[in-house]
Antibody, heavy 117, light 107 residues
Framework: EVQLVASGGGLVKPGGSLRLSCAVT????????MDWVRQAPGKGLEWVSS????????YYADSVKGRFTISRDDAKNSLHLQMNSLRVEDTAVYYC??????????WGQGTMVSVSS | EIVLTQSPGTLSLSPGERATLSCRAS???????LAWYQQKPGQAPRLLIY???SRATGIPDRFSGSGSGTDFTLTITSLEPEDLAVYYC????????FGGGTKVEIK
């Protein structure tokens, strides 16, 4: 069964850090580009970051550039998002998703990140 | 950055009715790079349509996508109660952007 399981969310103070992980099963992880997408409470979807196969091309939304770092471990079938200098406006559910045919075809269940003092 | 504007914001229809959701882009979008997602309450989004008109695996044929250039449409031919959800369009031109969503309510 194809599955993406996100973890690592929690409550953190402004300026703090969190590392999100996404464990992948059911497909050959190294063959796919992967993305992070977030959704603030009651709001729409916002693309955050993407990483291609082999980690050759990495992209970030302007809102997180310089603060977030996406990475992947193909040996462990896992995707990560290191989030530093967190702000209140980073509060959201963070989804990992697989990229295929210029769309996000498989999504994880999401992990909640709350930034508050 | 290409901005996607979805309309209407909310659509309230009865079961069996036809739903037409619009997604308008601020610049021309390559048809192969336009997708639609369904997000039910409390759930992650699910891919419905990719390449503007191709249904994703397991998606019922009452869902269809059409359009080109700057105007795209998601049609649900006969609404089912389980279609209650927010629907998002998304484009990729080297950068991913999503529309603001259309909420479909079932009367």
């Amino acid at each position: 069964e194809v599955q993406l399981v996100a973890s690592g969310g929690g409550l953190v103070k402004p300026g703090g850090s969190l590392r999100l992980s996404c464990a992948v099963t059911g497909f050959t992880f190294r063959d796919y580009s992967m993305d992070w997408v977030r959704q603030a409470p009651g709001k729409g979807l916002e693309w955050v970051s993407s990483i291609d196969t082999g980690s050759n091309h990495i992209y970030y939304a302007d809102s997180v550039k310089g603060r977030f770092t996406i990475s992947r471990d193909d040996a462990k079938n896992s995707l990560h998002l290191q989030m530093n200098s967190l702000r209140v406006e980073d509060t959201a559910v963070y989804y990992c998703a697989r990229w295929e045919n210029d769309a996000l075809d498989i999504w994880g269940q999401g992990t909640m990140v709350s930034v508050s003092s | 950055e290409i901005v996607l504007t979805q309309s209407p914001g909310t659509l309230s229809l009865s079961p069996g009715e036809r739903a037409t959701l619009s997604c308008r882009a601020s610049q021309r979008v390559t048809s192969s790079s336009l997708a639609w997602y369904q997000q039910k309450p409390g759930q992650a989004p699910r891919l419905l349509i990719y390449g503007a008109s191709s249904r994703a695996t397991g998606i019922p044929d009452r869902f269809s996508g059409s359009g080109s250039g700057t105007d795209f449409t998601l049609t649900i031919t006969s609404l089912e109660p389980e279609d209650l959800a927010v629907y998002y369009c998304q484009q990729y031109d080297g950068s991913v952007t999503f529309g603001g969503g259309t909420k479909v309510e079932i009367k």
